[in-house]
């Protein structure tokens, strides 16, 4: 029941072929099966209890939080993340420490924010950006009403997602989904290694394409936090069989990943299902297995080049 839940338009679709390559995987699934899939799979949640009002804190240090919740019919996980910490400011030898900066963003908008605002306002913290991994319908369902209610939160995309994001009202309506159109000048636009600030964290953005031209995984490096939208989940990888979806730019995506310097305790927080850390992944993700090999590979080819080159 569990593994069903969280599918949807995420997951790679079929349990039992975690157990093969993901390249095996694809590419023979029409989009009308894609669509069966994920109408079965809503039909799972929605005889689950989606209907709690908490938001669960899933991590916490002395200067950042960050707290969840699955969202909408597909159970997609949204997160806010939020800075603790107080902004640090040098003159010369003296750091001076301001107000704590208390601002927070969104990482994907599935839902009404009013959840996520009422926890926000309770903890002091204000939402100053929404990030978002891609214009899938379950990941902007709230997107309009998240504009609406927070108008100085800049909202951020990938810029080959543009299409996705507009589309996201006709896709929705496949699977009875109500989704209010978002205007792409009402978007900021970003690219592969751009870095978003909130208060001191800092979100590196790394374009994975493969599920969606315009998906973007969002890397936290100074705590080892891993936004991984619906690229990367616990035991398996996304779907690549929705419209926008490509096999080997997925395993491209994860190669890039791989290549990442990302610790053992580095934890992923994917766009449906439970949380898990990169050690975990590294050991037990069978989908995992030829990325890493690769990215070890063109990791030592490139320590060979700069060897040479000094
Ligand atoms: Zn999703
Ligand atoms: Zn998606």
């Known amino acids: 029941m569990l593994r069903l839940l969280h599918a949807g338009l995420c997951r790679s679709p079929a349990s039992v072929s975690a157990l093969r390559p993901a390249h095996t995987l694809v590419g023979v699934r029409t989009l009308s099966q894609a669509v069966r899939d994920v109408r079965a799979q809503m039909s799972e949640v929605a005889q689950s209890t989606l209907k709690s009002t908490q938001l669960n804190v899933l ?44 601002q927070a963003c969104f990482i994907d908008a599935g839902e009404s924010p009013s959840i996520f ?43 080959e997602d543009q299409a996705t994001l507009s589309e996201a009202p006709e896709f929705g309506k496949t699977f009875d989904l109500t989704i209010y159109p978002v205007y792409w000048d009402e978007v900021q636009s970003i690219s592969d290694g751009d870095v978003l600030q909130v208060g001191n964290l800092r979100f590196e953005c790394l374009h994975t394409p493969g599920h969606c031209a315009g998906h973007v995984c969002f890397y936290e490096r100074q705590h080892q936090l891993f936004f991984a939208g619906d690229t990367l989940f616990k035991d ?22 791989m290549s990442q310097e990302l610790q053992d305790n580095c934890v992923i927080f994917p766009g449906h299902m439970a949380t898990t850390t990169f050690g975990r992944e590294r050991r037990f993700n069978l989908f995992l297995k030829r990325p890493i090999a690769q990215a070890k590979r063109l990791i030592a080819a490139m320590a060979s080049q700069q060897a040479q080159a000094q």
């Open 236 to 257: 398996t990888v996304g779907r690549t069989d929705l419209p926008g979806g490509n096999r080997d730019q997925m395993h491209q995506s994860l190669v890039y990943i």
């Open 117 to 159: 605002g009422h926890w926000a306002a309770t903890n002091g913290f204000s939402l100053s950006k929404v990030l978002l991994t891609h214009g899938h319908p379950d990941h902007v369902a709230g997107l309009r009403e998240t504009i609406d209610t927070f108008p100085q939160a800049d909202v951020y995309l990938h810029e």
């Open 59 to 102: 991590f916490e240090s002395a200067d950042v939080v960050v707290a969840g919740r699955p969202t909408g019919a597909l159970a997609m996980n949204q997160y806010m993340v939020a800075c603790k910490a107080r902004a640090r400011a040098r003159h010369g030898s003296l750091i001076f420490f301001s107000q704590h900066t208390k």
